[in-house]
């Protein structure tokens, strides 16, 4: 017995060792520690570089179900449908954390607090387990939930409001993407190493696509933005002119 119990404290000591080892911040309590100043997420992909992921790679997506093509809506020239947020209206999410501003996480035992430089887009998601809210209405960024798989942050978000999946109009203005009310969206964070996170996003929205899809990208740490923190991002009120320009009367 108690050699059994001399190697169960090897094996323990070990395991210690070999979480430090990889250098990663922890809390008291032993989960990785996500505090810290970001740059927003960033991932290859395609023909081409996604340095601002700003849009997802079509060659993710999951085959429409039939009427999905309604994630497809064409620009249609009324400007609070076309840019939104020109009417200070919020990206929402999951377009909002793809912008390419700062952000900053504060994270407590019970909760991750993610800043986004952007719209000063802030989500508050509860760590302790709690499940997700009822008899809430549809928002923009959905009601999220997260719990610990090992050293892998799972955060869970579901009860969105239809609205922009991300900024693919721009490039394409026959394909203003449009996630519907049945998103949801599961979000893998964990530490890749001592200065950069694994961000997984899945987007599973079961009224436009056969099966959930997923992206990869990566959010570098950038401890020498913290003395500067994030700028001040405010919205107009009232703005009848999009883009600052205005036309006719």
Known sequence: ????????????????????????????????????????????????????????????????????????????????????????????????????????????????????????????????????REDIEPSFYGDPVGHWEGDTLVIETTNFKRWSLDDNFYGNPNEYRMHSDALKTIERIAWKNANTLSYNLTIDDLKIFTAAWSQEFTIAAKPEWEAAGLYEYVCEENNR?????CQGK
């Open 241 to 245: 002119c999009a883009g600052g320009k």
């Open 1 to 132: 017995m108690k050699r059994l119990c001399l190697l169960f404290a090897f094996v323990a000591c070990v395991t210690v060792l070999s979480g430090q080892s990889k250098g990663i911040p922890r809390t008291t309590e032993g989960k990785p520690n996500f505090s810290g100043t970001y740059e927003w997420p960033k991932s290859m992909g395609g023909e081409r570089c996604r340095c601002s992921a700003t849009i997802f790679d079509r060659k993710n997506f999951a085959p429409f179900k039939p009427g999905g093509e309604a994630f497809y809506e064409p620009r249609n020239g009324d400007p609070r449908h076309d840019e939104p947020r020109d009417f200070c209206m919020p990206a929402g999410f999951p377009s909002g954390i793809l912008s390419a501003n700062a952000m900053q996480f504060f994270q407590t035992k019970d909760y991750l607090v993610m800043v986004h430089e952007f719209q000063r887009m802030t989500r508050v998601i509860p760590l302790d387990g709690r499940k997700h």
